[in-house]
């Protein structure tokens, strides 16, 4: 069965500042989906990025990049120039095709400093 | 393009009762997969739809099923509802082809409180 961690049950970081959030995940399958949500206290899940594994370049999204290191089945989100909508959980969470279904990690809450 | 749509927002039942979800996927959206979130477990695969087939299922008791419609939208359904059945659910859909395949999309979700 697939996992998903993420070390970091909470992090903060200055408004402006940049931040990285790191998720490490273990499956034995080869072709399979990457994804950072974000749940603000709306509970509104939202995407902010999404990994193909076949992919060797790292994903981005105007201010939100990942760095995918596919041996060693780690995943960071890094945000650059936090702002204060950026404050929010965030999951971490693995998908593949075969299980039709996200393994999600048990989420850093991000809190942004003015 | 309207989003995913959950409904009720909020929900109070008793121990004992049954409850249904609704939820409405974004137009042309034929996957539609529902997940738990409690605190102490946080979230939680249950079951996925596509086409009205049901295509895998968590680890959850019978008390807890769904179901497909014809036009995509599906419900959930829970009997005999425990205490430990407080949580917030989420729907999300996906479409299955194209750029977008394998996105889920998340509705705002239903909180579920048993007394």
């Known amino acids: 069965a697939q996992t998903v961690t993420q070390s970091q049950p909470e992090m903060s970081v200055q408004e402006a500042e940049t931040v990285t959030l790191s998720c490490t995940y273990d499956?034995?399958?080869?072709?399979?989906?990457l994804f950072w949500y974000k749940q603000p206290p709306s509970r509104q899940m939202i995407l902010v990025i999404r990994?193909?594994?076949?992919?060797?370049q790292n994903a981005t999204e105007n201010r939100f990049s990942v760095n995918f290191q596919k041996a060693a089945k780690s995943f960071s989100l890094k945000i650059s120039d936090s702002q204060l909508g950026d404050a929010a959980m965030y999951f971490c969470?693995?998908?593949?095709?075969?299980?039709?279904?996200?393994?999600f990690g048990t989420g850093t809450r991000l809190t942004i400093i003015p | 393009k309207a989003g995913v749509t959950q409904t009720p927002r909020y929900l109070i039942k008793t121990r004992g009762q049954q409850v249904t979800l609704s939820c409405s996927p974004i137009?042309?959206?034929?996957?539609v997969s529902w997940y738990q979130q409690t605190p102490g477990q946080g979230l939680q695969f249950l079951f996925e739809?596509?086409?009205?087939?049901?295509?895998n299922k968590g680890n959850f008791p019978g008390r807890f099923s769904g179901r497909q419609f014809s036009n995509s939208r599906s419900e959930m359904n829970v009997s005999t509802l425990e205490l430990g059945d407080s949580a917030l659910y989420l729907c999300?859909?996906?479409?299955?082809?194209?750029?977008?395949?394998?996105?889920?999309?998340f509705g705002a979700g239903t909180r579920l409180s048993v007394l």
């Open positions: 999300a859909s996906s479409a299955w082809q194209g750029p977008a395949k394998n996105i889920q999309y």
């Open positions: 969470a693995y998908f593949s095709g075969g299980n039709e279904k996200l393994t």
């Open positions: 739809y596509f086409s009205e087939t049901q295509r």
């Open positions: 990994q193909e594994a076949y992919k060797q």
């Open positions: 499956t034995s399958e080869s072709d399979y989906y």
């Open positions: 137009s042309g959206h034929r996957s």
